[in-house]
């Protein structure tokens, strides 16, 4: 069985010189996969609070001493109805 893989480009923002990463992930990989790859790639510790949005939805998640404990999903102020 062959394994799909994405090649992701990750750029930090306001940042001169610009600080990027090229990463390679399986298709199927979560969003805390997705995490864990790139805090390896940039050389972080995983210290701080993280956050992914996608279309109307942002997941944030808190972290203690390098370790998920606890994540939300929500949708963002322009989904929601009128």
Known sequence: ???????????LADTDPLIWRRVYVPVEA???????????AMGWLDYYLWEFEADDSVMDCRTAIGTTIGCSRQRTSSSRPS
């Open 30 to 40: 979560n969003l805390k996969m997705l995490h864990d790859v790139i805090q390896g």
């Open 1 to 11: 069985m062959t394994e799909t893989i994405a090649r992701l480009h990750i750029a």
